[in-house]
T-cell receptor, first 115, second 112 residues
Framework: DAGVIQSPRHEVTEMGQEVTLRCKPISGHNSLFWYRQTMMRGLELLIYFNNNVPIDDSGMPEDRFSAKMPNASFSTLKIQPSEPRDSAVYFC?????????????FGDGTRLSIL | QKEVEQNSGPLSVPEGAIASLNCTYSDRGSQSFFWYRQYSGKSPELIMSIYSNGDKEDGRFTAQLNKASQYVSLLIRDSQPSDSATYLCAVNGGEYGNKLVFGAGTILRVKS
């Protein structure tokens, strides 16, 4: 079975540009999570969706960050305008929420560098 | 106090030894506990999940949970150099709901 698929794997862009990260969750999973990982702050949850609905976006750092999940098989995380401090690895994860908390499965991540 | 605490390490063990990784958490209502392994430059990979008090074994890995002490551990028997990675403890349920709260991770180095 295909795992969580993220694109692009690497993104290098200049400050001020718009960045769009993409995620395809595991088929049949109904929860999707966006994380950011840096050496200083570790793994941070940015936002999560359940059945395509945003449930908790308290981790989104600023209004420059936005996320959408238009259907069960696709989500985007957008940064506009981007800043050098946004440089990090961004992970998408998905799980099947069926009462008892199920483990999350991670994609390979997008390594983002803002110059 | 951090919600999920781990010793950052590095924890160094010789090949063939038992590696013991520990984690404490603050929310008594937590229900689900996970250990992820993350190799440098890679994504976190689930290796163990545990939901009730006691031990759970899977191959060389044993997860131990003590809810009264708010403590979860991971034992790796017969450690191999390929086990060298960062091990992340993650907790959810209780006040966290469906969110996973991660510890900062423990770096494990297995020396041959």
């Amino acid at each position: 079975d295909a795992g969580v698929i993220q694109s692009p794997r690497h993104e290098v862009t200049e400050m001020g540009q718009e960045v769009t990260l993409r995620c395809k969750p595991i088929s049949g999973h109904n929860s999707l999570f966006w994380y950011r990982q840096t050496m200083m702050r570790g793994l941070e949850l940015l936002i999560y969706f359940n059945n395509n609905v945003p449930i908790d976006d308290s981790g989104m750092p600023e209004d420059r960050f936005s996320a959408k999940m238009p259907n069960a098989s696709f989500s985007t995380l957008k940064i506009q305008p981007s800043e050098p401090r946004d440089s990090a690895v961004y992970f998408c994860a998905s799980s099947w929420d069926r009462g008892r908390n199920q483990p999350q499965h991670f994609g390979d991540g997008t390594r983002l560098s803002i110059l | 106090q951090k919600e999920v605490e781990q010793n950052s390490g590095p924890l160094s063990v010789p090949e063939g030894a038992i590696a013991s990784l520990n984690c404490t958490y603050s929310d008594r209502g937590s229900q689900s506990f996970f250990w992820y392994r993350q190799y440098s430059g890679k994504s976190p990979e689930l290796i163990m999940s545990i939901y009730s008090n006691g031990d759970k074994e899977d191959g060389r890995f044993t997860a131990q949970l003590n809810k009264a002490s708010q403590y979860v551990s991971l034992l790796i028997r017969d450690s191999q150099p390929s086990d060298s990675a960062t091990y992340l403890c993650a907790v959810n349920g209780g006040e966290y709901g469906n969110k996973l709260v991660f510890g900062a991770g423990t770096i494990l180095r297995v020396k041959s």
